[in-house]
């Protein structure tokens, strides 16, 4: 009987242990489960991370929001400098944007944590060829160079840096210079629809339009950007040109509808001289000139006017009707009648398609025109007809100029 207590004793005393040894595994297994968890977590999270970082800076690049996408990329770098695909990711930004020392460094990192790899190699060969393409660029169009460095631009730089703005306004400065206005409406237009605040750019589109007498628009352009910068000194300068143009152009048709011809003068001539090169503006300045000066019998310099208003517009049949007069004044008969007459078969009544229907050609000197008191030169009604003076202030007797003109 004791043998048997004895014996149920110890089996009991058996599964007791048997069972502590049952939870002491688990516990330890439990243990291993709870320490190596974070482990692997942390791995599959720092994987997945950086799978979702680039994917991120990728979607940033599409839609050229390059600054975040280089704010995600430092960061990352910041949290973990060992990773090496945050480099090349970041160099290959910095070299779309044309900050080609910035790149540099970002490949030569990576490169240093994955040597050979060919691709980072090759990226890094295009950004050493655009970096150069760009010098290039910059320096032969300060040299007046204005058809190599746009080959550069395109065919080199803009290929492998899409992004870089400095080339980009290089390329719009060139078209400006080769006077292709439209161009540079068009690609300056590019510019500020990725960045509507860039001074450069709405300087450059306000000069296209300005160079096509577009000078309301050309306005609001210098405007928004002294808007931005009010201390800018280019757009200040183009700005008030401008408007000094305006003004003086303005002065001189309000002197002409006042009878005040040789104030007109003046302010043609100063409106002229404030952009020998606005050929858009000039030529109507030049037209009005010519104007002045026949009705004040200067019939040399009118000439002088009407041909510079022609150089610039030769469809301009006003100009040519003009010429004919002031040829009169000067008794250059046959070239007042040839003007008159190519003035005539261009008119739109022979079928022509110009710029101006001339008006009447008059046979005789156009200097009987009236003007204000003011002007000693200028005609006076109250004068015979036979003693108005000529350009040189003398009279001269209106029946024989009739007699020796000849009819057109």
């Known amino acids: 009987m004791k043998l048997l207590v004895f014996a149920s004793a110890m089996d009991s005393v058996a599964w007791k242990d ?6 002491i595994l688990n516990l330890v297994l439990a243990c291993q489960l ?11 999270s720092k994987a997945g991370g950086a799978a979702a970082l680039f994917e991120r800076v990728s979607q940033s690049i599409k ?3 390059y600054s975040e996408a280089l704010d995600d990329l430092n960061s990352a770098i910041e949290a973990d400098p060992a990773l090496s695909e945050a480099y090349w990711h970041r160099a290959s930004v910095l070299r779309q944007l044309c900050r080609y020392e910035e790149a540099e460094k970002s490949y030569k990192k990576f490169l240093e944590m994955k040597p050979r790899n060919s691709a980072a190699e090759k990226e890094l060969s295009q950004l050493l060829q655009a970096q150069s393409a760009l010098d290039s660029a910059i320096n032969l169009f300060d040299s007046g160079d204005l058809t190599k460095p746009l080959e ?35 690609d300056a237009g590019y510019i500020l629809k990725e960045d509507e605040n860039n001074l450069e750019a709405l300087l450059l589109r306000g000069r296209a339009y300005y160079y096509l007498a577009d000078h309301d628009v050309a306005l609001r352009h210098y405007q928004k950007g002294l808007r931005l910068d009010p201390e800018h000194s ?29 104030l007109a003068v003046e302010d043609y001539r100063g409106a002229l001289a404030l952009d020998p090169n ?3 503006h000039n030529v109507h300045l030049h037209l009005g000139l010519c104007k002045v000066l026949v009705k004040l019998g200067r019939g040399k310099d009118a000439v002088t006017s009407c041909t510079e208003a022609l150089e610039l517009d030769g469809e301009l049949i006003e100009a040519l009707v003009q010429r004919g007069e002031a040829k009169l004044l000067t008794e250059d ?10 003035a005539a078969e261009r008119s739109p009544q022979h079928g022509g398609d110009h710029h101006q229907h001339p008006p009447t050609p008059h ?6 025109t009236t003007s204000d008191d003011n002007d000693s030169n200028a005609s006076d009604p109250m004068k015979p007809l036979n003693e108005q003076p000529n350009e040189d202030g003398e009279a001269k007797p209106l029946n024989k100029l009739n007699k020796t003109t000849p009819t057109v």
């Open 278 to 280: 606005h050929s858009a």
């Open 34 to 44: 709870v320490l190596l968890q974070p482990l692997v977590s942390a791995q599959d």
């Open 333 to 342: 008969w046959e070239g007042a009648v040839a003007d008159l007459k190519s």
């Open 152 to 186: 550069y631009i395109d065919k080199v730089v803009l290929v492998f840096s899409p992004a870089c703005s400095k080339a980009k306004l290089l390329k719009v400065k060139l078209i400006l210079a080769a006077k292709d206005y439209s161009g540079v409406i068009a």
């Open 234 to 262: 280019e757009l200040k300068k183009a700005y008030f040109g401008l408007k000094n143009l305006l003004k003086k152009s303005k002065s001189a048709e309000d002197n002409v509808s006042k009878g005040k011809l040789r």
């Open 363 to 368: 046979h005789t000197s156009p200097h009987l």
């Open 63 to 65: 839609v050229k929001h």
């Open 18 to 23: 048997c069972i502590f040894s049952i939870l």
